[in-house]
């Protein structure tokens, strides 16, 4: 700016709540270019962290031709802001003295005006950035039209460092571009960490958050803009994409930004729910499936996939196939229909009684003089998966599977049969989550939910005992603990890692404890064989929890007192072999 000329007053600022996805350059770009017409009336706007390239990229922005393509695309847009028009940051990988940083480009007058380089780069839970990125020098503001901006990219907010750097350099506004995806707590979280940075700096914050599913993770959105006294003046909505102009203005002691909306955030189970739904959305939509097919078995989780399906993609898109055996009841064939009926889906019953005489008839002679076990069970849900695999293959949908996070804890799961599939809803919801949500949603649905109004999963799926019905009169609980005492254990040995002993000196009976540690450990193997599936808790199975299968290690715990031998003889007589 000209020595003569006198500093604005005024900014209108941008907020590009968006949907990138990971790879997809020229498509991103376009998006740009959408906002950019959308928020014309702006100075500037605000795009998410990596934007260009779609967050995370993971290993993808190691290859070349990608940082080049990214690159391209970032000098494109550049140029086309020598015609006028607002300024943009754009998130964008970028390759400087032979070393890769995950940057912001400040792209006005028709060429790249400044880079900023993130700081900070997170390497822990789903975060592998220090795999991939070099670390930034602490970051000065970039002169935008007279103001001083500061930009520190998503977890540099998370220490005090980088935002004093700026405010003690002359910064006047922090806009921060984020990738920040969805767990329990997070929310508040982000919230709490902005407001240190504000006091800390007494310079107003603008946070810009990514929305969409990429893989495993869900970004929920909820932008917003506080004052440099904490206040809150802008909160966008959660689960929707949105271009939002917030208006600033040059007071005595700072910027500050005008009133705008301040959209009403759901509580956490509605959204776990959303989330759930978005990730599966956009798991299917962006790898460019033409639906979803399902077993639909009359039981609890099977049905609230089916509803997320039906919400995240509509009734056309999605298909069930009850997949019945002699063991399947009566009242199993009823909750699906109903189930199917609510839905509105297409709904095939495929015996696989045929299927399975046909697999023991062929193992018959190496079988020979051996009693029937867990394996003639296991040959039925393995007959199951390769119907539903069939189907997928033949008619191109993708198979969700329906397992939950106790299920999958404690391997109560058939490898190559229930655990079939392209991608679990579900995934990261424990058992007794499966069914609060269940309740939930048959009376409430999340706005731009596409499934119908009302009670969709029937009283009786919720209320009978949860089995898997691969023998005669079976429960779950013959395995596994009741799943209200089951799923604190494992919410404290998996998202809490607490010591044996601790949970034991909490209340928990002995053997219980020592038996689903057990359980957990021996069925890592199962795990790794999974389907992707959305992230909801603090740590789900995959990226964020990244054990050995071959482990020896046992928390020793401390001497036990006499534990409840009649549940835990009962457990273990179901537990002990290494099921596959």
Known sequence: MPMNARPV???????????????????????????????SDADLILFPELFIAGYPPEDLVLKPAFQAACRAAIEDLARETGQGGPAMLVGTPWVENGKLYNA????????????????????????????????????????FRGVRIGIPIC???????????????????????????????????????????????????????????????VFEGASFVLNADASMAVQLPAFKECVVTTHWVREPDGWRCESGPLAALDPQDKTDYAVCVLGLRDYVNKNGFPGVVLGLSGGIDSALVAAMGVDALGRDRVRAVMLPYKYTSEESFADAAAVASALGIRYDIVPIESAVKGLEQALAPVF??????????NLQARARGTIL????????????????????????????????????????????????LSELRNRWKPDGALGPDGVVIPQN???????AELRENQKDQDSLPPYEILDQILERLVEQEQPIADIIAAGFDPGIVTRVDRMLNLAE????????????????????????????????????????????????????????
């Open 525 to 580: 193997y199962k795990r790794r064989q999974a389907a992707p599936g959305v992230k909801v808790t603090l740590r789900g199975f995959g990226r964020d929890r990244r054990y050995p299968i071959t482990n020896k290690f046992r928390d020793p715990g401390t001497p036990l007192p006499k534990p409840d031998t009649t549940l835990v003889n009962n457990i273990a007589a179901r537990s002990e072999a290494f099921d596959f």
């Open 368 to 377: 020979e003089g051996l009693k029937r076990d867990v394996t003639e069970e």
């Open 104 to 143: 912001v480009a400040l792209l006005d007058g028709g060429r790249i005006a400044a880079l900023r380089f993130k700081v900070d780069l997170p390497n822990y839970g789903v975060f592998d950035e220090k795999r991939v990125f070099a670390v930034g020098p602490m970051p000065g503001p970039v002169n």
């Open 155 to 217: 977890e540099d907010i998370w220490g005090p460092e980088p935002a004093e750097c700026i405010a003690e350099t002359g910064g006047e506004i922090l806009l921060v571009p984020n990738g920040s995806p969805y767990r329990r707590g997070v929310v508040d979280q982000r919230l709490s960490v902005s407001v240190a940075r504000v006091t800390e700096t007494r310079l107003p914050l603008l946070y810009t958050n990514q929305v969409g599913g990429q893989d495993e993770l």
């Open 389 to 436: 695999m069939a189907l997928s293959n033949k008619f191109g949908s993708m198979v969700m599977t329906t397992g939950n996070k106790s299920e999958m804890s404690t391997g109560y799961a058939t490898l190559y049969g229930d655990m079939n599939g392209g991608f679990n809803p579900i995934k990261d919801l424990y058992k007794t989550e499966v069914f609060r």
């Open 9 to 39: 007053d005024r900014l209108a600022i941008a907020i590009a709540q968006l949907n990138p996805i990971v790879g997809d350059v020229a498509g991103n770009a376009a998006k740009v270019r959408a906002a950019r017409t959308q928020a």
């Open 461 to 467: 799926i919720i209320t009978k005992p949860p089995t």
